[in-house]
């Protein structure tokens, strides 16, 4: 082959490589726009589109629009009460067909409870109080505003829906197990055998998984539907150790409780925005 | 040009039928685990990636390090490679093949597999890795087949394919770039989120790919009467130490970050992966003696290949011995290290280890078997065509 040719087949191939990855690179610089456009639309339907996008390039809080769900465990009113956070676990595992299998390597769960230097592993842990020490706080999917799993998931099997809840497609799920690397909070399951069996009583009003999939806390999305409360709130409705309701309504239950108290969040460094906080 | 494969000494169907037996294992290991799930793994809730996914990501290293014989003879026009791009595509192909065997033998539910193309997801990382994979497979499949042919026709490959090797270039470093980014974009993983892990995957590849084409190369002149040549294999060894020494490099950059920034994150997988790791009284460090182990054989390779090159002297098997021994430690760091040693604190900060079980070693030795099958056969065609053009 001449020297000339070569040189045609080099810029040759350099511009196929350019146009072949045009609209990956498109895609990739226009991402901040799709990830911001929720909040674009939302501000459109309201009549005040100019600022939003403004507000969120500088790091400030975007004018809250629409409905965005959030949850809140007062710590204070589980310490010294195990059985209160055991009755809200058991709750939901039983609303939502949990499988209970007692091995720690194919455990299912939704929401479970953990030490606190487990559930908030980049505050301090020095010189903890004893109530911090000795106390289990409970965790479950925080149902992110900036979820990795969605980010990750290649067939969109989880989702984010308007509301704010973080949804699972069960019958959509290949089983890649990618969102549970992507999740910073160990939030999701895999069913790593048929979990049927391991059922105590089942639920008819919601399914039951298929083993190969992903799941985990929903949010009771399906009883909020139905104009009920969350399971675990529910559970424990008279301590008033949970609260549920829209983060965006500032007179909501959950914004009065937040706009008083001191509230944590699970790893803020991570941007992925909880919409779970905890007072401690 | 596939009935070569069929006709082949005493030793040739002795050696087939050698893999074959380790395919048939893998076969029924994976029937087992297809009818109970993969709770016959030793992946769990908090490692739950384990064996598959990691010789993923190391074989899409060997498929990429094709691009180190196709690259010098195409774009530098260094003919000495000549004889050898054949055989670099070929790697690439059966390698992807294997890539595409542990991804089905990783997901819950294969059935579904095909949902990654039903809903394209740009977003995830996972479809641009299906893509480029893809890709890369048929470009390898499209230049090898052709050039092959024509070469056995002793006529000019048409123009038309040249575009399609070139496009290969870029491809295959995307396969690892993107296959790197499956890891480096997570956040909360402080091991893998890091901005380094992409050239060092490819600098690895670079190093792995070249070293199981220099021992197939030395097989087949012992074999098959095939000679590369002296100039080829010396050039080849000079690359794989370059790339291993860059490999090194970056991996001696991480251990400067973690400990220097003294950030736990990101020093906890290298403690746990080199000196084992401490946790509420107990220390955790099964993979200590197969890091060490790593660096044992990567630096003994270059120091082998580097007494060759000083004193002029070598023999094919210290050739061989220097690129298993430097292929052995790419395979310990990134086959095993990289996914393990990254996996091992959970979201929750709890540790766990991974023991992978009897089920899942005989699936993961049954694709292997049938890499290596899908090269012999390969190879076997690329060498007999070879024959046929001489004689």
Known sequence: ?280 | MIEKVFKGNSRYWMWLAFLSAFVGVGAICYIRQYLFGLGLTGMGRDLSWGLYISQFTFLVGVAAGGLMLVLPYYIHNYKVFGRLTILGEFLAISAIIMCLMFIMADIGQPLRGLNMMLHPTPNSMLFWDMVVLLGYLGLNVICAWVILTAERKQVKPPKWVYFFVYLSIPFAVSIHTVTAMLYCGLPGRHFWLSAITAPRFLASAFAAGPALIVIACLVMKRVANFDAGKEAISKLTTIIMYAALINAFFVLLEFFVGYYSNIPGHKHSLEYLFFGLEHHGVVYNNLVPFMWTSVMLCFGGLGLFAYMKIRKVGTDLMVGIGCGMIFFALWLDKGLGFVLGGLVVSPLHEIVEYYPTANEIGITVGIWATGFLLVTLMYKIAVDVEHEVEA
């Open chain 1, 1 to 280: 082959m001449d020297k000339q040719r070569r040189k045609f087949l080099k810029v040759a191939g350099a511009t196929a490589l350019a146009g072949i990855s045009a609209p990956a690179v498109v895609k990739l610089t226009s991402s901040p726009a799709i990830a911001s456009s929720e909040h674009g639309a939302a501000a459109d339907a309201h009549g005040a589109p100019a600022d939003a996008h403004k507000a969120a390039a500088h790091g400030a809080e975007e004018a809250p629009k629409g409905v965005r769900l959030g949850l809140l465990v007062d710590m204070r009113k589980f310490y010294g009460k195990p059985e209160l956070l055991d009755k809200a676990i058991a709750a939901c595992h039983k609303v939502h067909n949990v499988p209970q299998i007692d091995n720690r390597k194919s455990e299912i769960k939704w929401v479970w409870k953990a030490p606190f230097e487990n559930v908030f592993p980049e505050h301090s842990n020095s010189h903890s109080s004893k109530i911090r020490k000795e106390n289990d706080f409970l965790i479950m999917c925080n149902h992110c505003d900036e979820p990795p799993c969605v980010r990750v998931c290649p067939t969109q099997a989880t989702y984010r829906l308007p509301n704010g809840i973080v949804a699972m497609d069960f019958h959509r799920c290949i089983g890649c197990r990618f969102c549970m690397m992507g999740c910073p909070y160990g939030a999701r399951s895999f069913n790593w055998e048929n979990p049927r069996p391991y059922i105590k009583e089942y639920n008819p009003d919601f399914p039951s998984r298929m083993r190969g999939v992903v799941e985990k806390c929903n949010f009771c999305g399906e009883r909020i539907a139905l104009g009920k409360e969350p399971a675990c709130l529910e559970a424990v409705k008279e301590s008033g150790a949970i609260v549920f309701g829209d983060l965006n309504d500032p007179g909501s239950e959950i914004r009065e409780v937040l706009d008083k108290e001191n509230t944590i969040q699970r790893k803020p460094s991570l941007g992925t925005k909880p919409s779970v906080f905890y007072i401690v």
